[in-house]
């Protein structure tokens, strides 16, 4: 799924933001979240309500009651929404059958498959949080990290394969987990082992990287494959691009930083931007360098303005050169220039897939600790990418996708790799396994990867509408009516074998990376959506504004101009964003548009 974005107004004159006055009294995010716990009809203050999130919970209401609530004299339908922190996407049987128990049992019934490889879980009540967080925690996995001012969950390629390459991506990553993670004992206290500390903070508990006051915003990472990014790693904080060696292994890690896609209507300071190349490092060095950038963000990223807070703000004031002579300060070691990279057509790691190796022994435990590496394949063990719409895995009327993977979760015992698009891999099949698999997912009406359409196939959605408090316009249930018009036309146009990602969003955050896809739609009001073009397939570089506020009903018309002529005009192997990009989006408002509001 899209993951939330949180902002707030600036507080004009304040030395620092509201935000970061409550984190600086918070008793290392303890604060009043356990007393306002014995009180699970009245929702969380606002002080809480921002500590909750390095818990990995927002609190939210369902939108669609409201005007009901307003007519009763009601307070809004609080509930709240639990993102899971899982490294690389990685999740046991058993932590799968635990979300899903959890979702059936204090949850909507349905689990959120996000953009960055987390589970989350929607519809929670108040009185049920604590139970949630303590099943989620008996699954070995946590929810602290996965939301608030803090290193996110960190992305890695998803794809089961590997060797000693990939051993030694999953050995990285599984340190970086450790070593930029919140060590407050606060999330055990309040959540599993309910023994607060007296007084506050408890003798000799610190928090080495994060201070008192944490980073003064969100931080995402993300960990590329040479030549292959399907985690979109220019859109992250930090990326850290996995280089090869001659002799197998890891070479080294280059680090990009200063990518982010999040801004805010009508604030053109605010924007979206891809990273920039800073280092090269080797392996033996790449977990230090990591945490002087995050340090770096720690100390001079702005704590008064929240809007202006990200690393890329940080990057675009100071340059690229400053803030890798402040990385240089904190290491022993000299950053090497950045080596060149180079790109192959994104992987999408969907159908079925031989594995390189055999079934893995899933998972970081919380502070990464890494379960188990796999053994060598001797088996022939196969994988299946399972394509799942927008990340929403649910039964609905004829559509029974939850029980689906349940089935062959209980059945087969997979491992899971959640992908960046939103989708699901079982892990560690038998050949013989293959028919079992196609069988329960026909008898649940659930389409087989080869089937979707590429046009659907390369879809994304942010939930918005009801539960995200920013969402100004629909999204999660607008695209899947949308797509198909599109698709129909795409096909209609002799285009449906052409790989074009539409990205929508319901509000300007771009939770689903909108500003990235060949196509984006980012929501601007009920109904209508800011239409970008011009990313290209690989993620690596902006779109563009191509038209303002479009009623959703005339996007298919408004991209068949567009479409028709890269039909005919494209060069062989060009994809429709790098049509318009060589174009230029200008021109094709030119052409295709009778105006621009």
Known sequence: MAENEDSEPVEDGAAVSKVERIKAASNHLRGHIAEELSAPAEPFSEESAQLLKFHGVYQQDDRDRRKEARARGADKHWQMMIRTRIPGGVVTPEGYLAHDDIAQRWGNGTIRVTTRQAIQLHGVLKGDLKDTIRGISESLLTSLGGCGDQERNILCCPAPEGGKFRSEVNRFLASLVGELGARTGAYHEIWIDGELADGGIPPGEEEPLYGETYLPRKFKTAIAIEGDNCVDVYSNDLGLVAMRGREGGLAGVNLVVGGGLGRTANKPETFPTVAVPLAFVEPGQAVAAARAVVTVQRDFGDRQNRRHARLKYLIHDRGVDWFRERVQERLDFRLQPPRPMTWTPVDDHLGWHRQQWGRPRA???????????????????????????????????????????????????????????????????????????????????????????????????????????????????????????????????????????????????????????????????????????????????????????????????????????????????????????????????????????
């Not at 799942?388 to 039964?395: F, S, T």
């Not at 359409?453 to 100004?472: D, Q």
């Not at 999660?476 to 018009?485: G, N």
């Open 363 to 597: 998972g970081f435990a919380e502070h990464g600790r890494q379960a188990g590496r796999p053994p060598s394949n001797q088996s022939g063990e196969l994988y299946y990418g399972l394509y799942v719409e927008n990340g929403r895995i649910k039964d609905e009327d004829g559509y029974r996708l939850r029980s689906a993977l349940r089935t062959l979760v209980e059945e087969l015992r997979p491992v899971l790799h959640l992908t960046p698009q939103q989708n699901v891999i079982l892990v560690g099949l038998k050949p013989a396994q293959k028919e079992r698999v196609e069988e329960v997912l026909r008898e649940h009406g659930v389409p087989l990867s080869e089937e979707v359409s590429n046009t659907v196939r390369h879809s994304l959605a942010c939930p918005a509408y009801p539960t995200c408090g920013l969402a100004v316009a629909e999204s999660e249930r607008a695209m899947p009516s949308l797509i198909r018009q599109i698709e129909a036309m795409v096909a209609d146009l002799g285009l449906a074998g052409e790989r074009i990602s539409y990205r929508m969003t319901g509000c300007p955050n771009g939770c689903a990376r909108p500003y990235l896809g060949d196509v984006g739609f980012v929501g601007t009001t009920l109904g209508k959506y800011d239409v970008f073009l011009g990313g290209d397939f690989d993620g690596t570089r902006l779109n563009e504004l191509f038209a303002r506020n479009v009623p959703l009903k005339e996007i298919p018309a408004l991209l068949r101009g567009p479409l028709a002529a890269f039909a005919e005009e494209r060069t062989p192997g060009e994809g429709f964003g790098d049509w318009c990009h060589r174009s230029g989006v200008a021109t094709l408002r030119e052409r295709f548009l009778e105006r621009v509001a």
